[in-house]
C-alpha cells in the first residue's frame, strides 16, 4: 500500500506549541481550564445570593394563607374535609441563550504572548459575570413584565399595578402596595432604610431561618448619608429623623477607638465572598 501522506495527522503536522514568551502551550490550556474550574465554582458572588438555579418554566406559587380548625366531634356526624387552597399564580423564569467565540489562529498562537490568551479568556468570563449580573438586577430593578416562550409571565418586584399581595398574619395588601420606593431626598436617610426593611418583613419573608436582608448602596451614597453615624435615637444630621438602629462597623474596616460597648459579635468581614459594611442591629 502506498501512503500519499494524505489524511493522517502526525507530530510533524504540530505547528504551533510554545507563544513567543516561551511557555508551553500546555501549561497555558491547563491555567485556562483550572480558572475556568474555579469561575464555574463560584459564579458570581452576588448574584447566587439573589437569585437561584432553576430548569422550570414557572413555578405555582399561593396567594392566600390559612389554616384549618377542628370543629367539636358529634355522635353521628360527619367531619368538614380539608383541601389545600387553589388560588395560585404562575411566576414564569425567562430563558435565552447566549454565546461568544474566542478564535485563534495558528500563527496568532505562534507569536502571541501566554498574557494574551489568557486576556481572551478572562474577557470572556467578564462578559458572562455582567450578562448573569446585569440580567438578575434588571429583573429586580425594572417592574414591566415579560413572557417567555412558553408564554408564560415573569414579574419584577410588587408595583402598584392592581395585583394584590398575599395577606401574612392577618395583614392585607391592595393593588396600589409597591416594593419600588424612593426616598424623594438626594441624601438616604436612616428611615429611608428603616422603612424598605418594614416592606420587605411585613410579608414574612424575613422569618424563614435562612433568610438574610441586605443593603446594596453605591459607595458615594453611603458616604454621602453618614451611614457611619446612624445611632439609635440619636441626631446625625440637622432635620434627619433619629434612627432606630445602631451602624455597626464589620470587622473590614479599619481598627478603632471607642468608647462605646458592642453587645454580640462583629458582623464578618466577609459574607458568601462579599465585602461587608454595615450591619443594622436593634440598639
Known sequence: MVDNGKGISVAGDVLVNMTADGVDLNLVWGEI??????YNTERSTLTDLISFHTVNVADAVLQSISSESFEEATELGVPGAVRA???????AYTFRDYDLGLRSSWKFLRDADSRQITANVTRILEADNKLTTGTVLKRLLVPATA??????????????????????????????HTHYLTSDSAVLDAADVEMMIHHVIEHGYMYHPPSQLLLLMNPLDFQSS??????????????????????IPSALMPAWISNEFIHGPIPNA????????PDFRSS
Open 85 to 91: 387552597p387553589a388560588d395560585v399564580l404562575k411566576l
Open 270 to 277: 466577609d459574607f458568601n465572598g462579599l465585602q461587608v459594611w
Open 33 to 38: 481550564q483550572a480558572a475556568l474550574d474555579i
Open 147 to 176: 413572557q417567555n416562550e412558553w408564554g408564560q409571565t415573569s414579574y419584577g418586584l410588587w408595583n402598584a399595578d392592581g395585583m394584590v399581595p398575599p395577606p401574612y398574619l392577618g395583614t392585607t395588601f391592595d393593588g396600589a
Open 226 to 247: 453618614q451611614v457611619t453615624a446612624w445611632r439609635a435615637g440619636i441626631e446625625y444630621r440637622d432635620g434627619a429623623p433619629l434612627p432606630n438602629h445602631d451602624f
